[in-house]
């Protein structure tokens, strides 16, 4: 009965590739996330979508797409990958009141490697 | 020079011991201030938020924010070695989803 649930959680890939990581959200929540946490661990936004709507789309490489089918899940795809796309990618999920609070609740990551 | 900066630490205590944790950030528009904890290979979890300056308590921790110096504050009293893990900063403006993030500080806490 994970809340946020990711998958998968480690991608091992070579460059040039296309990888796709998925995330679901068992909370009812209506507003999802991507972030993305380098090596020096600082999280930054990506996305951010709210009853499937897209509300945030930080300056990312056009390489990266979201998609949200629905407002319990929210995916994304990766086109042409690169050495600088290692990282661990987090999706994470609130309600509206909790976006304006900053209360996020966080997936476990997916860890991606690049070769 | 990033917008909320945080000591990468590691800060090590003894258990028992008061862990203090700080952030200085730049952008007098944030509101809303969080504290995550992540533990090694899992997600950030909220411990707490603020609106504003002020303090908040809740158990054995305890948030500050003065807004005036762009400082906010963590103190976890009592420390135990299940409270070793990264400690992340988190603000945001008042309008908005977006969360700006510390780069975290390492926390051990040795039994």
């Known amino acids: 009965d994970t809340a946020v649930s990711q998958t998968p959680k480690y991608l091992v890939t070579q460059m040039g590739n296309d990888k796709s990581i998925k995330c679901e959200q068992n909370?009812?929540?209506?507003?999802m996330y991507w972030y993305k946490q380098d090596s020096k661990k600082f999280l930054k936004i990506m996305f951010s979508y709210n009853n499937k709507e897209l509300i945030i789309n930080e300056t990312v490489p056009n390489r990266f797409s979201p998609k949200s089918p629905d407002k319990a899940h929210l995916n994304l795809h990766i086109n042409s990958l690169e050495l600088g796309d290692s990282a661990v990618y987090f999706c994470?999920?609130?309600?509206?009141?909790?976006?304006?609070?900053?209360?996020?609740?966080f997936g476990e990551g997916s860890r991606l490697t690049v070769l | 020079q990033k917008e909320v900066e945080q000591d990468p630490g590691p800060l090590s205590v003894p258990e028992g011991a008061i862990v203090s944790l700080n952030c200085t950030y730049s952008n007098s528009a944030f509101q809303y201030f969080m504290w995550y904890r992540q533990y090694s290979r899992k997600g950030p979890e909220l411990l707490m938020y603020t609106y504003s300056s002020g303090n908040k308590e809740d158990g054995r921790f305890t948030a500050q924010v003065d807004k005036s110096s762009k400082y906010i504050s963590l103190f976890i009293r009592d420390s135990q070695p299940s409270d070793s893990a990264t400690y992340l900063c988190?603000?945001?403006?008042?309008?908005?989803?977006?969360?700006?993030f510390g780069g975290g500080t390492r926390v051990l806490v040795k039994p």
């Open positions: 988190a603000m945001k403006r008042a309008a908005g989803n977006k969360l700006t």
């Open positions: 909370l009812g929540h209506d507003t």
């Open positions: 994470a999920s609130s309600t509206s009141g909790g976006a304006n609070t900053g209360e996020l609740f």
